[in-house]
Each structure stands twice: as C-alpha cells, then as structure tokens.
C-alpha cells in the first residue's frame, strides 16, 4: 500500500482525539495520553511550526498520525534544537501494517538531516523491541536515557520532623515572573528532554492565574501548576 501523508487541519482534531485516547499505552501502569479539547489546536499552540500528518483512506478515515514537534530541551545540561516525535496512532481498525521505514523515508524527506526524539514507556517491550531492532533500510534508533515520572495521590504525607515554618506557597505575583522563569531553566537543565521555558503561555489552557511557587524566606524553591 502506498501512503501519502497529509497535512493534519484544526478540523481534524475531533477524530485525532479519537485516535490519541483509543488505546493506552502498555506496561504495569496503564496512562491514557489525552490532548483534549482539540489535539491539532494543543500542538500549534504548543509550537506553530509543529508537524502534523495523517495517512486517510478513501472515505477520509484516519488510519495512521504522527506529530513532529520542533522544540528546545535541555540535553545533558545543553539547550538542544531538536524534533520531537509523539502521537504515534494507528487505527485499530487498520488491519494492515503500517511500513515504518516508508513512514520515516517521507519525515525525513519534509525535514531532511535531523535527529528525530521519542520517549517510549520501559514496560512497552514491544514497541521497543520493533524501534531497537536492526534491519536493513531502517532508521537507527538509540537508547539514550532514563525519564522517571512521579504521581502523587491526593493523600500527602508530610512528616512530622520536617520543619516548614521558613516555608510558605503562593501565587506567582507578576513581580516574580523573572525569577520563576530562571528557576525553571536553573533546574530544568539539570534533566534530559526538560524543554527551555521562555513563555509558560505556550502551555494549551494553562491560566498563569493557577501558577504557585513555593519559597524559603522570598527565594524560589519550588513551582507548580494547576490545570
């Protein structure tokens, strides 16, 4: 089967949404990764030169996407330009194979001579048995690090020994802009893939009202966001 990959348009997010919530992803935990309300929305705002493709049949069902999305991450403690790829669906009901080398050749030929990222789940062996194994006219993938993600439950545990009192939360004020931005760069560097924060507005529907940072005597120690 030949495919041709098309342009994604903002009238395609209900059906990308679809897709992106159809099946979660595999391993202990199972997460269900979400870009409501509108998945084409989310990663233009995110970045407006972000890549969006599909592959349609006749009837304009989608059968396959995949997001590219230029960003700038901290990569062992360095900003890097990269291409992050993420949204890779197919459609369920797509019985055949999707021939990922066709798929990469044709990225490759709309953003020619880049390294492209992706994060894949530990637990997700077999997705990561079919990117790391070697074959002919195939791209060479690399493990390259380790991402932790940590869920807290709505029962907090502080414990007693733990002196708070030099500790207090609040909302961002607009004279503490400039400092938060710095924290966020000053620690995010220290972290593979954390992206460059210049702007939290490219954040889709995040109010900068629901910004709390918690500080130690009026220094920044710590942030966080509710949305």
């Known amino acids: 089967m030949k495919y041709h ?6 009238s395609d997010g209900q059906k990308m949404l679809e897709l992106i919530e159809s099946t979660p992803s595999k391993g202990m935990l199972k997460l269900l990764y979400t870009r409501r309300p509108n998945p ?8 407006k030169n972000s ?3 599909l592959v349609k049949d006749k009837q304009g069902e ?4 995949v997001i590219v999305v230029p960003e700038s991450f901290y990569i062992e403690g360095k900003m ?3 291409y992050y790829v993420g949204g890779l669906r197919k459609n369920q009901k797509f019985k055949k194979d999707i021939h990922w080398t066709d798929m990469f050749t044709k990225l490759n030929e709309v ?3 880049h390294e492209f990222y992706c994060s894949v789940l530990n637990d997700n062996k077999h997705a990561k048995d079919v990117l790391l194994k070697k074959r002919g006219n195939w791209p060479n993938f690399y493990e390259m690090c380790t991402l932790h993600t940590n869920i807290f439950t709505p029962k907090v ?10 500790y207090h939360i609040e909302k961002v004020k607009k004279e503490d802009w400039k400092q938060v931005y710095e924290f966020l760069n000053k620690e995010g560097k220290k ?3 954390f992206p460059v924060i210049q702007d939290l507005k490219r954040f889709y529907d995040l109010d900068l009202k629901d910004c709390y940072v918690l500080k130690k005597k009026n220094e920044i120690v710590g942030f966080t966001a509710l949305w």
């Open 40 to 47: 084409y929305d989310s990663y233009i705002k995110e970045n």
């Open 191 to 193: 972290y593979n893939f």
């Open 5 to 10: 990959l098309i342009d994604a348009t903002s």
């Open 157 to 166: 545990i502080i414990h007693k020994k733990w002196d708070c009192v030099d």
């Open 111 to 113: 953003l020619p001579n």
């Open 62 to 65: 989608i059968l396959f996407q």
């Open 51 to 53: 890549l969006l493709k």
């Open 80 to 82: 890097t330009d990269i």
